[in-house]
């Protein structure tokens, strides 16, 4: 069957050979490899598939369409696709193989959310684009949004942008300098403002005390916390709840 799609799809081989054509070009990717079809592009398989074949794949779109990301340049999510190569060798296949079926499991997840799901395609085209980047511009922007995924994965703990730094094994200067680099402000703000915007959701949709709300943002000292939110909002968070939480009124 020849298929012409609309979007991206990742292909990662765990075992067997996967052959298919692009175009006029003929692969074969065998256990540990990736191939990329692009919008457009016409392809089909070249081979039946059989039992000894297992694959993931995915699909997705360059632009996060409904992700709470405002801060974050579009720009940085399509140079990821646009510097995978169409066949790549994975450095680390069993970690990427753990990604993909942490992406089934969200799927089947009764309140699996959008935001997790992205990340997780974020995380997975990393993995892929790592072995094949060629340019020092393109690996720190990648760099840049490894970190960011792990703010957004890991605020509602204790978390500074040195702990990030030693997470992804590099120098927390030079994560911070690339990571302002990238997104316009330095990773400590990054922190900062993905814990007051999480704040202030709990704020509004939730019966959570303040206190309470602290520490679910990863901040056990409320006072900080206090200061923090009112230096980002120009208000309390007893008073942000007041003005801003849902009023429901009801009409006979």
């Given at each position: 069957?020849?298929?012409?799609?609309?979007?991206?799809?990742?292909?990662?081989?765990?075992?067997g050979v996967l052959e298919m054509q692009i175009g006029k070009n003929r692969f074969s990717v065998s256990a540990g490899e990736t191939l990329l079809l692009r919008p457009q592009e016409e392809h089909w398989g070249t081979k039946d598939y059989g039992p000894e074949l297992s694959f993931f794949w995915m699909h997705f779109l360059v632009q996060p369409q409904q992700m709470d990301?405002?801060?974050?340049?579009?720009?940085?999510f399509e140079e990821i696709a646009t510097v995978i190569s169409q066949h790549t060798v994975v450095e680390q296949p069993d970690s990427l193989a753990e990604l993909f079926q942490h992406l089934l499991d969200e799927q089947r997840g009764y309140h699996?959310?959008?935001?997790?799901k992205n990340l997780l395609v974020w995380l997975?085209?990393?993995k892929t684009c790592s072995t094949c980047l060629t340019g020092p511009h393109s690996r720190s922007r990648v760099l840049a949004a490894l970190a960011d995924n792990y703010v957004q994965l890991n605020f509602h703990?204790?978390?500074?942008?040195?702990?990030a730094a030693e997470h992804l094994g590099c120098n927390p200067q030079y994560l911070s300098r690339i990571y302002r680099q990238t997104y316009g402000y330095t990773l400590t703000e990054a922190?900062?403002?993905?814990?007051?915007?999480?704040a202030c959701h709990l704020l509004l949709h939730s019966n959570l005390r303040v206190n309470e709300v602290a520490r679910s943002c990863g901040l056990d000292d409320v006072s900080y916390f206090l200061q923090l939110f009112k230096r980002h909002?120009?208000?309390t968070a007893?008073?942000?709840?007041?003005?801003?939480?849902?009023?429901?009124?009801?009409?006979i």
């Amino acid at each position: 069957m020849r298929r012409l799609p609309t979007d991206y799809e990742l292909i990662f081989v765990t075992k067997g050979v996967l052959e298919m054509q692009i175009g006029k070009n003929r692969f074969s990717v065998s256990a540990g490899e990736t191939l990329l079809l692009r919008p457009q592009e016409e392809h089909w398989g070249t081979k039946d598939y059989g039992p000894e074949l297992s694959f993931f794949w995915m699909h997705f779109l360059v632009q996060p369409q409904q992700m709470d990301l405002e801060h974050r340049p579009d720009s940085a999510f399509e140079e990821i696709a646009t510097v995978i190569s169409q066949h790549t060798v994975v450095e680390q296949p069993d970690s990427l193989a753990e990604l993909f079926q942490h992406l089934l499991d969200e799927q089947r997840g009764y309140h699996s959310d959008l935001l997790s799901k992205n990340l997780l395609v974020w995380l997975i085209l990393c993995k892929t684009c790592s072995t094949c980047l060629t340019g020092p511009h393109s690996r720190s922007r990648v760099l840049a949004a490894l970190a960011d995924n792990y703010v957004q994965l890991n605020f509602h703990h204790s978390l500074s942008a040195a702990q990030a730094a030693e997470h992804l094994g590099c120098n927390p200067q030079y994560l911070s300098r690339i990571y302002r680099q990238t997104y316009g402000y330095t990773l400590t703000e990054a922190i900062h403002r993905t814990r007051i915007a999480h704040a202030c959701h709990l704020l509004l949709h939730s019966n959570l005390r303040v206190n309470e709300v602290a520490r679910s943002c990863g901040l056990d000292d409320v006072s900080y916390f206090l200061q923090l939110f009112k230096r980002h909002k120009g208000m309390t968070a007893t008073a942000y709840r007041r003005l801003h939480a849902p009023i429901f009124v009801n009409t006979i």
